[in-house]
């Protein structure tokens, strides 16, 4: 089965500091890795997506993921956050055998000015 | 704004009622999805239909339908409402059906069942 699991449901930095957010998968093949995220009583917005290639990714606003197939592993990092990226953060993925979106639990950033 | 439209963004119910959520994808896309999110948190898919056929269901409850129709667009007819159904209620569209497709998002509703 696949499963998506965020280990830390919260997460608080300084603004001006640097930010990972840990996700890890757990699929047999290559999955297509997502990160979203959801501002305050907004829908959700794609930040970056992965699938093949260079394992790093870059996003949008400065956020890129970094791809690990031995850690089975897609965390999601900023080099200086601002306080306008307190949001929730989702890591998601999805299959050729099955085209559903699989969501982890999220993991609530909160930027301290 | 040629987002993802959803209506009403806020329902309230009684117990046992029913409701009708319904999604407007963005212009070209003919792949809706459905979610459901509790605790502000938990994104559970529901269902996926791709040119008005279903392709895939997920925690959909049987008291609930959802249909796709000549113009994408899609409903989720509610039945027999619980106090658990209280959540929001996402929609996304995508251009095609298929792992690597983006998904836009829509506002969501809100439904609260009392």
């Known amino acids: 089965a696949q499963s998506v699991t965020q280990p830390d449901a919260r997460v608080t930095v300084s603004e001006g500091a640097s930010l990972q957010l840990r996700c890890k998968y757990s699929?047999?093949?290559?999955?297509?890795l997502f990160w979203y995220v959801q501002y305050p009583r907004q829908g959700l917005q794609l930040l970056l997506k992965?699938?093949?290639?260079?394992?790093v990714v870059q996003g949008v606003n400065g956020f890129e993921a970094e791809f690990s197939k031995s850690n089975s592993s897609f965390h999601l990092r900023k080099a200086s956050v601002h306080w306008s990226d307190s949001a929730v953060y989702f890591c998601a993925l999805s299959s050729s055998g099955s085209w559903q979106l699989i969501f982890g639990s999220g993991t609530q950033l909160t930027v301290m000015p | 704004d040629s987002g993802v439209v959803q209506s009403p963004r806020h329902i309230i119910k009684e117990k046992g009622g029913r409701s009708v959520l319904t999604c407007i994808p963005i212009s070209g896309h003919s792949n809706v999805v459905w979610y459901q999110q509790t605790l502000g948190k938990e994104l559970k898919f529901l269902i996926q239909h791709y040119e008005k056929v279903e392709r895939d269901k997920g925690f959909l409850p049987s008291r609930f339908s959802v249909q796709q129709f000549d113009d994408y667009h899609s409903e989720m007819n509610m039945s027999a409402l619980e106090l658990e159904d209280s959540a929001m209620y996402f929609c996304?569209?995508?251009?095609?059906?298929?792992?690597?497709?983006?998904?836009?998002f829509g506002p969501g509703t809100r439904l609260t069942v009392l």
């Open positions: 992965y699938y093949s290639g260079d394992p």
């Open positions: 699929y047999s093949g290559t999955p297509y």
């Open positions: 996304a569209s995508s251009l095609v059906w298929g792992g690597y497709a983006e998904q836009f």
